[in-house]
């Protein structure tokens, strides 16, 4: 394993006791919908969300604990949209980490309400106290997260994901479509560690924007894993977005151009770590992680 790799796997390792001292487990009558909000977001994932927002920390020499809170809830509301992602109603997938999905499991019900939860949870954790003592800090990550899940980030870019199924969307659109429904949480999760910090606005500019190309050259490994992984490796059905008519950059610049856009935006987006000197070289390594991963 190599440094980075362990580093990786020590952070995801902090992040889900975070997450699991932050779930409900309440034995009520409702405790199915509990049951269903941990299988979503325990046993699984890699947790990049939340290393963004610790590896940002870094570079401020924040506390741990503050990042941790903030990279569960980054994490809380990805893993929601991979619930609700995978219904019938959107990609109809069954597979995910692995494991059955969420409305296999369980049912789609159970689902739909885990994922509701989920996001709710979410903002209840940025507006705690614990998460920041300065009320303005916690306005910034609410409003932050807020703006990255919506309808004009996650969700709306989520919409054209499934309007493009059935319309044509050219590159530009695709591009377009992927910013929002991927790069928008990816650049909230690399900002937070800036606004956590205080840091400076030219700071915080240069982190969300890293990030942003960052998730782009994310999406696009995902989409290229869609065609060259197998379901074994990546832990969900593959060969599905062609088959499904998505929009992707690999549709529209091959597979060999798709690997060339994706390597441009990686070094692109550790460009923008120039001004923070060795104290990003997490941020840095992530870099090439995205472009060599494989799952
Ligand atoms: C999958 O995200 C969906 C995309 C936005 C590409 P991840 O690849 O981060 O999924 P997990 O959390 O590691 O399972
Ligand atoms: C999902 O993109 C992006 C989300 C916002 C959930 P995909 O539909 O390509 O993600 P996977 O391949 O199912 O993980
Ligand atoms: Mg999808
Ligand atoms: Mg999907
Ligand atoms: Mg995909």
Redesign the pocket.
């Known amino acids: 394993m190599t440094d980075f790799a362990a580093k990786l796997a020590r952070a995801a390792q902090a992040v889900d006791q975070e997450m699991d001292r932050l779930l409900p487990k309440g034995q009520e009558l409702e405790h199915r919908l509990f049951d269903a909000m941990r299988y979503g977001v325990l046993g699984g994932g890699k947790r990049l969300r939340p290393f963004l927002v610790i590896a940002g920390g870094e570079i401020f020499d924040l506390d741990m604990t503050e990042c941790l809170r903030v990279g569960a809830a980054v994490e809380f509301v990805h893993a929601y949209?991979?619930v609700h992602?995978?219904l019938p109603c959107m990609?109809d997938?069954d597979l995910?980490r692995g494991q059955p999905t969420v409305h296999v499991q369980f049912d789609q019900a159970t689902a739909v309400l885990a994922g509701d939860a989920l996001l709710t949870l979410a903002f209840e954790i940025l507006a705690d106290r614990e998460t920041s003592p300065d009320p303005e800090v916690r306005m910034d990550l609410v409003a932050g997260l807020a703006r990255a899940a919506g309808g004009h980030g996650?969700v709306g870019?989520?919409m054209l994901?499934l309007w493009a199924e059935t319309n044509t969307l050219d590159e530009a659109g695709t591009a377009r479509m992927q910013r929002l429904?991927?790069g928008a949480?990816i650049a909230f999760a690399g900002e937070a560690g800036g606004i956590l910090a205080r840091a400076r606005p030219q700071q915080r500019q240069a982190l969300r924007l890293f990030a942003h190309d960052l998730g782009l050259a994310f999406?696009i490994t995902?989409?290229l894993l869609?065609v060259e992984g197998s379901s074994e490796q990546v832990g969900?059905a593959t060969g599905k977005?062609a088959a499904a008519g998505?929009a992707t950059i690999v549709a529209k610049l091959g597979i060999e151009g798709a690997r060339n856009r994706a390597t441009l935006l990686s070094r692109q987006a550790a460009a923008h770590l120039d001004h923070f000197g060795k104290k990003a070289n997490s941020l840095r390594a992530l870099c090439d992680f995205v472009l060599n991963r494989n799952n």
């Open positions: 949209s991979l992602d995978d990609d997938d995910r996650m870019g989520q994901d429904k991927t949480m999406q995902d989409d869609d969900k977005d998505k």
